[in-house]
């Protein structure tokens, strides 16, 4: 597919995302302003950082609200921990469900914070996969973007840049 | 975007900071968030702030034990071996006269009176945002 024709495909992927009301579009776009020649691969190293972080948190809250004797002053950490992460990165949703979850542990109440933890996993879901979709739209315009030109501006053949997702 | 002087000119193969200060400015962020911390860092490094970012205040005392200094030091409220307050008051206790900043996305207040008694200067709000950023780096750069 074409360089143009993949950053349109970005783009309408975006604002999808902010329509549906799982991304702010602004912070986002704060995000991809700090891509640069540089930092290349930035969106894609912070989007992959973003899931492995909420993925080990939301493990961790899990476990600790499986504990018998819940020790909220760790599912406090971890939540704001989730929370913060989400706030940077723009995941709207998860942000708000994050919100919900602290409410619940500042409450010490066990029932209302697995609650809200199925919301924010669900959340979490929600976005990793269109996270991912951007990711690799990401690798793909690097690709090409990355492949030196030949003397009639049209990329040369071969082998792109390897980079780790 | 950019308050004061903004450099738009880029050169080629490497990229111009956003702003230029008067002194070599330079900043640390401890951040148990490595989502944070490596959009706090970009962030910073773009403005022109030479950036650390640590996982923790242990990380962040071990920098200051080899010498490193910062004009301003960044401190997530919300770690886990240690909160924002602590870890101000073992920074100041270590001599550290850094301005230290505490950043959450929201405070309790007691934890903001906390951090202040610890020898806290002020807060920054999550996520880091040039308007939040800039007007302290040029009170740091004046001073």
Redesign the interface.
Known sequence: MVLPGLKQQLEHLIQSMAIEGILVEQQFAQVQELQNPDNPNFVSRVLNDFCNGAETSITELNKFLCQEQVEFNKLDISAHLLKGSSASIGAHQMFLATVELLKAVDKEDKEKSLEALKKVTHEYIRIQYKFQTIIQLENKIFDIESKPLLHDGKSAAGPSYSKNI | MALGSANGNRAE???TPLMSWKNNLRALLV??????R???K??LT?YGVETEAVENGEAAFDLIYMGASFNVIII?????EMNGAQCARRLRTMGVQSRLLGM???YREHEQHEFLAAGGNGFIQ????PSKFVPILQELDNN
């Not at chain 2, 999550?126 to 945002?129: C, R, S």
């Open positions: 193969g490497a990229t951040d148990a968030s490595s989502t944070c490596i959009i706090g970009a962030y773009s997530d409220m919300h770690m886990r959450s996305t929201s999550k996520p880091l945002h």
